[in-house]
Every structure is written in C-alpha cells, then in structure tokens.
C-alpha cells in the first residue's frame, strides 16, 4: 500500500500555500443565461477531490479525506498519465452511471474499497511543476487536455463542456445531471474561496450540511443539521434517516464515536435529553425546498452522505444575478428556466 501523501507539504506546490490544498466552490444563479466569458458543464454529484501526483505517489485526497487505498486502480492510472507534481481538481463517480452515487459516497465514507470508480477532471491547479492557479481557466483546460492525450486510459476523463447555456441544459438533463456549472473562462483558481466567477445553476435544490446532534426514534433516525455562519454554526433543519436507507447503520456507529456533552452552537439552545449532541465533523447531503428569511430550510430530505466534506463546505449559498450579455447578446427561450430567486 502507498504511503500517504502529506497534504500540508503538498500544499507549497499551490500558488496560496496559506489556504492550503482547498477547493474552489461556486455561487449560486438565479436563472440560465447565455454569455461568451462563460463554459457550462454539468453538475457531478459524486465525491469530490483532489488526485495528485508528487513524490514519486499518487493521492485522491481532499483537506480531510484520503481515498487512495480505496480506489487502487485509479491509483494506478494516476502514476501513468499525470505527469510527476501535479493537482487535477474533479469529481468521482462510477464508470457504470446507472449506479446510485450514494453507494459510492456511502463507501468512501465507510473506509469500503470501491472498484470501477472513474475520476472526471475539470481544472488543474498545477502541471509538471507549473503552477496555474493565476491563469486563465480557458489555458488551465487546454493544459489538462494536452496531459491526458499523452497516454491512454480509461478511467480519468476531462468533464465536457459547451459555449452554449442552452445546449448544455439539454445534454445535461439528458444524462439525469441535476443542473450546470458556469465557469467564466477568464477566472483564476482561488482556493478555499466561493467566487461568482463559478455559478451554480439548477432547479433541483441542494445543500450540504453538518451534523451537530441526533434523535434515536427508533427505527428511524433524525438528524440536527446546521451550517456554518461566520465563526459559528447556525443550525437550520432536521430530516429523519429511515431505518430503509442504507447509510443508517454506518451513520449511527460514527455519531456515537462523535458524542459530546453540550451543542456545539453559540448561544447554547434550550434542549431536552432526547437529543444527543455530537462534535460537528460529519457531513451529510440534503435535498429541499428553499432557503428561508430566517436561515431555515424548507422540506429538507437526506439525501446520503457527503463523502471528504468538511463543515467548511457547509454555508448558506449566495444567490447571483445572471451575468450581463458579453460578446453577444443573451438569448432566453420561454421554456428556459427561472432557478432560485433572492428569498430562496
């Protein structure tokens, strides 16, 4: 088994070493919009992380995850394809898309190995030693292009892209994606930052929260979720795990290794003894219907674990206007989308 890459020194590789080996995360968009600085991809909901090569090794990592013993052929793949000080930014997934992403979630979490996983890249932080987060996304792409052609492989793709809004929203929907990913092609990578240079658009509404505590009912279990705001955690909903979902056993053993006497919210909340309390480090992924004025979600779901997440991850999304035509004018049918509106 490899020996594991040691995050912290891998950062010196990235441009802002004091942000460490972070993502960089999306705004969210009000609506679909056509604009010629702009790329549009599909939303991937599997795990996301970085794959490395330095040192002589290869790492599927994020700032608190290592997946690399669980995914051996990717591994493998890595150490042939990308050149030597390397940090490609993607998603997992399976390479038999009929499988439900939970189960690879699930797995990863779990500590489980996971055959016939594929990793789609879509930016690169750094190739053969050059740093490129201050460069264009247009020549960041270009860049990761060139390296996979050089040698053959199945299971590290480059994540497509269209110039087109519309287009994308149809190939997207198409393939069962939940919504695109705008990316403005002027931008430069910004880790650990949320920037409206990337813009998340889609109909179906989703959130990552982190777990402060848990009702036993049962059969059932239910989850006190909150997300970060400012220095503190703010909690915004519960949703039951029913004793059918396969996540339940695994999420019960890890919330008890994760017990601690008091909330870890600030000012402390009146409670009652039904509710356990645990140290905020696990993430899960939730389904619903909206953001209220109050920072409540409506008709929030669970929607399966949200494997190498951290709590930072977890914030309420700032909603962006749709960015102004560039290049040539914006064209919306009347059956493109409105998406999420400033309340929401």
Known sequence: MSRKIDLDQLSLFVEDARSGLRPMWPDTGDRLFESSDFAFEPILDGPRCFALVALG?????TPVADFTSQLPELERELL???????VIDGFL???????????????LSAGEPANGVIFSAFDTLMLA????TRHRLSSRRRALARALRRTP???????????????????ARQASARGLVARRLSSHYLPGRR???WIELSEERAAKLVVIGWIDLGADLELLLAFEEGAHLRICCSVPVPDSA???????SRLEGLRQLLPALHPVPLYGPEIHWVRPELVVAVRHEGWTPAGGLRFASFAGCAAGSEPRDCVRPVVVAA?????????????QPELLGPGN
Do not use: C, N
């Open 246 to 252: 396969p996540e339940q056993a695994w999420l019960r």
């Open 93 to 107: 997934g399976w390479a038999d898309q009929e499988r439900p992403i939970r189960e690879l979630h699930l797995a």
């Open 153 to 171: 492989g199945e299971l590290i793709r480059q994540v497509p892209f269209w110039p087109d809004g519309e287009a994308a929203w149809a190939e």
């Open 323 to 335: 960015p102004a035509p560039a290049g040539r004018p914006r064209v919306r049918s009347p059956g």
């Open 195 to 197: 920037s409206p240079d």
């Open 80 to 86: 042939t394809r990308l050149p030597e000080a390397s």
């Open 57 to 61: 090794q290869a790492a599927l990592a």
């Open 129 to 132: 030693g050059r740093r490129l």
